[in-house]
């Protein structure tokens, strides 16, 4: 099991504290946050079964009436039993969060969000249908929140044994309890919709800095990552001048397998640090071609040299280019 501490170290992040939740995070600076079912950071020993607040549930579907599980209409019993389902039993930690300019400002809007809000932070949003009394906020400061952020999630799913891991409702996706997508955009497989409003004109999710968009403009999130096993290895086409300068990673056909078969967005860890990447099969032309990583040339030039083929591995979360 992973502790806030083994977090926090992982991320390079000084821990700063802790308090119980709906207290004020005294941290104004930007951050990363970590709510968990203990008030010790070195805590490894987490809950079996999700503490869940039965009359928020109730509160959440007053509040959200068309929501759905599997597309059908979610009812108290099924919605309970469907968090249960997205609960790494025995962990404590519940969620990961981030705040791009100053934390307690950020977990604050956290705590008034209401269920089934959109805004200010619908993020992490099952931590509300929890007991709050059983409830700790851990904190510490950092400038690149989103970067940490993510080299905790990945440090955590990492670290979810197989056995409770293939008791989640999707087993390829160990995120925390409250986690709903990897940095980067791929989504945990939990059927749920519509448990907040739709986005509209001017809401945020959060006030941290964001992926670049433009980069993935016109690429479509595939509709179902490949089910793979940690450990699956391939390699990449001949690393060029070329490539660098353009940012990206050509894979051959041959080791295709291992990625999405559409366009989409993944995370790649080169040398320990984890990046947002595109990823394209480049499968619709005339013929096929090389897929293509692009993960931007500052990223790919730190990390990288012109030279041979390149592993890339399986990880939890993504892919590793070792």
Request: net charge positive; hydrophobic share 35%; charged share 20%.
């Amino acid at each position: 099991m992973t502790s806030v501490s083994d977090l926090f170290s992982f991320a390079d992040v000084p821990y700063a504290g802790v308090v119980s939740w709906g207290d004020a995070v005294p941290l104004v600076e930007a951050g990363v946050y970590v709510v968990s079912t203990s008030g010790n950071s070195d805590e490894r020993d987490g809950r079996p079964d999700c503490p869940l607040n039965l009359g928020a549930i109730d509160s959440l579907l007053d509040a959200r009436p068309r929501a759905t599980i599997d597309s059908r209409a979610a009812t108290p019993g099924d919605l309970a039993a469907r968090l249960q389902a997205m609960w790494p039993s025995g962990e404590p930690v519940v969620y990961i969060g981030l705040a791009g300019t100053n934390t307690r400002h950020r977990v604050n809007q956290f705590y008034r969000t209401t269920l089934g809000a959109r805004a200010p932070h619908a993020g992490g949003w099952p931590v509300k249908v929890l007991d709050s009394t059983s409830l700790w906020i851990h904190y510490g400061p950092t400038a690149d929140a989103a970067q940490a952020e993510a080299a905790m999630i990945h440090r955590f799913a990492k670290g979810v044994p197989h056995t409770a891991a293939r008791q989640l409702i999707d087993p390829t996706a160990p995120l925390p309890f409250a986690n709903l997508t990897f940095p980067g955009g791929r989504r945990k497989s939990h059927g749920l919709r519509g448990f907040t409003l739709p986005p509209s004109s001017g809401d945020s999710e959060r006030d941290a800095p964001q992926p670049d968009r433009k980069a993935f403009s016109g690429f479509r999130e595939a509709s179902a990552q490949p089910v793979l096993s940690a450990g699956m290895a391939r390699y990449t086409q001949n690393i060029t001048e070329s490539d660098i300068d353009k940012g990206q990673l050509r894979v051959p056909r041959a080791s295709k397998s291992i990625f999405p078969p559409l366009k989409a967005r993944i995370e790649i860890e080169m040398n320990g640090n984890f990046y947002t990447a595109s990823w394209d099969p480049r499968t619709d032309g005339s013929f096929e071609r090389s897929g293509v990583i692009r993960v931007g040339k500052a990223a790919l030039g730190k990390h990288i040299i012109a030279g041979g083929p390149r592993r890339l591995e399986t990880t939890a979360t993504g892919y590793k280019l070792a």
